[in-house]
T-cell receptor, first 110, second 115 residues
Framework: GNSVTQMEGPVTLSEEAFLTINCTYT??????LFWYVQYPGEGLQLLLK?????DKGSNKGFEATYRKETTSFHLEKGSVQVSDSAVYFC?????????FGAGTRLTVKP | DAGVTQSPTHLIKTRGQHVTLRCSPI?????VSWYQQVLGQGPQFIFQ???????GRGNFPDRFSARQFPNYSSELNVNALLLGDSALYLC??????????????FGPGTRLTVT
């Protein structure tokens, strides 16, 4: 079946540091890939998405590229802010089947 | 525009009781999905409904059931509550379930605590 594996946390960075959160997936077909963010006490918010190979999703300085050859969708940001502290979830959706990774907690210190 | 709404926000129940959680999707969205998120883990899929019919079911016991109403709102019911049912229950809506590129929009969740 389909599955998502993402980098274990927690990740702690200083403000303005570079962020990478790794995500790899297993799928039987051609899924769409997503990154969701969950701030403390809130539900999930869509951060970015990519629907086919080589697509790059981007939003709020975050970006991720759909790499079919490596089955990856790593999340990156060049300069993190304290306000980026949250839990990040990688997810895939193929037809009506949606799977999430376990989440990576990011803490950014001033 | 109103997003996905869920009620109640928090709920405390005792073992063996029954609970009903409610969800209203974004206007125009006909698909609703339910997820269970245990503390420290990613959401796990429970059910998906589209046009009032069940279109998908995750690996959850029969104590869990759901339905979708003509206005596309939905209820999740859990019978004979166990301590392990304590979690954040998330509802998500989308335009249609079978289009992979259609993202799901999540509500704030209902925090269920079973004592």
């Amino acid at each position: 079946g389909n599955s998502v594996t993402q980098m274990e946390g927690p990740v702690t960075l200083s403000e303005e540091a570079f962020l990478t959160i790794n995500c790899t997936y297993t799928a039987t077909g051609y899924p769409s890939l997503f990154w969701y963010v969950q701030y403390p006490g809130e539900g999930l918010q869509l951060l970015l998405k990519a629907t086919k190979a080589d697509d790059k999703g981007s939003n709020k300085g975050f970006e991720a590229t759909y790499r079919k050859e490596t089955t990856s969708f790593h999340l990156e940001k060049g300069s993190v802010q304290v306000s980026d502290s949250a839990v990040y979830f990688c997810a895939l959706k193929e037809n009506n089947d949606m799977r999430f990774g376990a989440g990576t907690r990011l803490t950014v210190k001033p | 525009d109103a997003g996905v709404t869920q009620s109640p926000t928090h709920l405390i129940k005792t073992r063996g009781q029954h609970v009903t959680l409610r969800c209203s999707p974004i206007s125009g969205h006909k698909s609703v999905s339910w997820y269970q998120q245990v503390l420290g883990q990613g959401p796990q899929f429970i059910f998906q409904y589209y046009e009032k019919e069940e279109r998908g079911r995750g690996n959850f016991p029969d104590r869990f059931s759901a339905r979708q109403f003509p206005n596309y709102s939905s209820e999740l019911n859990v019978n004979a509550l166990l301590l392990g049912d304590s979690a954040l229950y998330l509802c998500a809506s989308s335009l249609a379930p079978t289009v992979s590129s259609y993202e799901q929009y999540f509500g704030p969740g209902t925090r269920l605590t079973v004592t």
